[in-house]
T-cell receptor, first 119, second 112 residues
């Protein structure tokens, strides 16, 4: 069973540009969450999508947005990039939010990440 | 606001030794996760703890959860070099298992 995939894996942009990152969840998983990881702030939750609807949102400015498609694939977009947006962006998928079924079904599985460098 | 604290932040230990990583959180939750991250890599799920008193073990790692104390521990038994990584605990209070608040991480270095 294929894991969570993210594209691209590496990206270099300049300040003011925008970027779109893509995430394909594990087959059958309907929830996709996005996280930002930086050395200074650690791992921070960005937002979560389920059935094409944003269900949870973290404390990030409106420049960060996302969406989910009917096949559960998700994209996140960052507009007007700033130097501080340089980070590893991780996508995670889970079967059904809040599901307390057999062991492992409650878990979020993370993709390899997209490393974004803003110059 | 939920705060998740781990200690120690850095741990250097010799092979064969035992040690415990602590994870404290500030808001009631009965859903706690442990992840491992190797340098430059993504997060690998280790344990999911879903109830008070839950204990899970995999190889040399054992995790437990005390929801009353808002404390989880990750115990390492007879450490080996392959366990060198950063370990994160994460708590979910949203009830959706899809919005995790992570601890600061504990960087574990096992020396020969």
């Amino acid at each position: 069973k294929a894991g969570v995939t993210q594209t691209p894996r590496y990206l270099i942009k300049t300040r003011g540009q925008q970027v779109t990152l893509s995430c394909s969840p594990i087959s059958g998983h309907r929830s996709v969450s996005w996280y930002q990881q930086t050395p200074g702030q650690g791992l921070q939750f960005l937002f979560e999508y389920f059935s094409e609807t944003q269900r949870n949102k973290g404390n990030f400015p409106g420049r960060f947005s996302g969406r989910q498609f009917s096949n559960s694939r998700s994209e996140m977009n960052v507009s007007t990039l700033e130097l501080g947006d340089s980070a590893l962006y991780l996508c995670a998928s889970s079967l059904i939010p809040g599901w307390r079924g057999a062991s492992g079904q409650e878990t979020q599985y993370f993709g390899p990440g997209t490393r974004l460098l803003v110059l | 606001e939920l705060k998740v604290e781990q200690n120690p932040l850095f741990l250097s230990m010799q092979e064969g030794k035992n040690y415990t990583i602590y994870c404290n959180y500030s808001t009631t939750s009965d859903r706690l996760y442990w992840y491992r991250q190797d340098p430059g890599k993504s997060l690998e799920s280790l344990f999911v703890l879903l109830s008070n008193g839950a204990v899970k073990q995999e190889g040399r790692l054992m995790a437990s959860l005390d929801t009353k104390a808002r404390l989880s521990t990750l115990h390492i038994t007879a450490a080996v070099h392959d366990l060198s990584a950063t370990y994160f605990c994460a708590v979910d209070i949203s009830g959706t298992a899809s919005k995790l608040t992570f601890g600061t991480g504990t960087r574990l270095q096992v020396t020969l």
